[in-house]
């Protein structure tokens, strides 16, 4: 059974700007038959596979991604059934990422609770992660789309690729800003940009605009990371899940250090040289390491560039006609510059 159409609510009048709760009451329906969909996904023989995949799926994830291909199937006018499943796939595929990524990172800590790994052990959390991956492909042979299956398997060739590139710029101050953008580019962005781009498949759209829908997810993926990597230092634990200075604990090089190394003075840069050596950081380290990206503009020039890549996000929007979905897109767009979580 297909999704029932929602009527638009509140800030869905022609011409007026939506905001966020206006578009998760526009798309609740659709969201929820989405969750419903994860649990059928997560079938298996193996119990410990369906209590891994929950309790990741469960951790209070914002569902961006599926949100993304609903509303772009929507823009393009399909209103099938194969968009809630192939939204659930993307959140699959997006969770096996996470299971890995923990793994990889020790990691003890994923959306203010025990990480996958740190409650089961690394071994589960890989192989779970692996089930996912698998049952996300097996899905999609079942859908049987030859260019939704192209899409997804050329953006999860890519996001190993971005996993290995960070991998080898690890604990490296010489990590440039191309470097960085090529990782978030590849790790990130690139799952965010096909879920956008299935939603145009859907809609059986020309190549352009198919192409103006990716780059829309290309651009607003790039400034969710952006956004992360800034709340990193200066986001609330309670709110953002983790403690200040975590990507850099790991060794991970991110755009506020990058600017606040450039900026700072040869002290501060032997400082940063010592911290990303250490296998803990304390309370001083990341007050001290929060403190330093603050007043070199770190943050500042991250978020602006997020702002910039949302508003090249919203242009690519202008080849489709004003509409609900429309808006509802560039909404999620400003909710991401936005957000403290």
Sequence with gaps: MGPTAVQPTTGTEAGKPMDMASVLRMMEADLARVEEQFERNLESQVPLISTVGRYVLTSGGKRIRPLLLLLS???CGYTGPRAVPLAAIIEFIHTATLLHDDVV?????RRGQRSANAVWGNEASVLVGDFLFSKSFSLMVTDGD??????????????AEGEVLELLKTCDLGVTTEDYLEVVENKTAVLIAAACEIGGILGELDEDR?????????DVGVAFQLIDDCLDFVGSQDRFGKPVGADLEEGKITLPVIHSLRTGTEEERRFVAELVEKERFDDADRARVRDLVVRRGGIE?????????VVRAKERLAVFPDGPERRALAAVADYIVARDR
Aim: hydrophobic share 50%.
């Design 146 to 159: 030859i260019r939704v299956l192209r899409a997804v398997s050329d953006a999860t060739t890519a996001m």
């Design 301 to 309: 020039v991250a978020r602006e560039m997020a702002r910039e890549r």
């Design 210 to 218: 198919v192409a103006h829908l990716r780059g829309f997810g290309m």
């Design 105 to 109: 990172d020790s990691a003890e800590l």
């Design 73 to 75: 199937a929507r823009l």
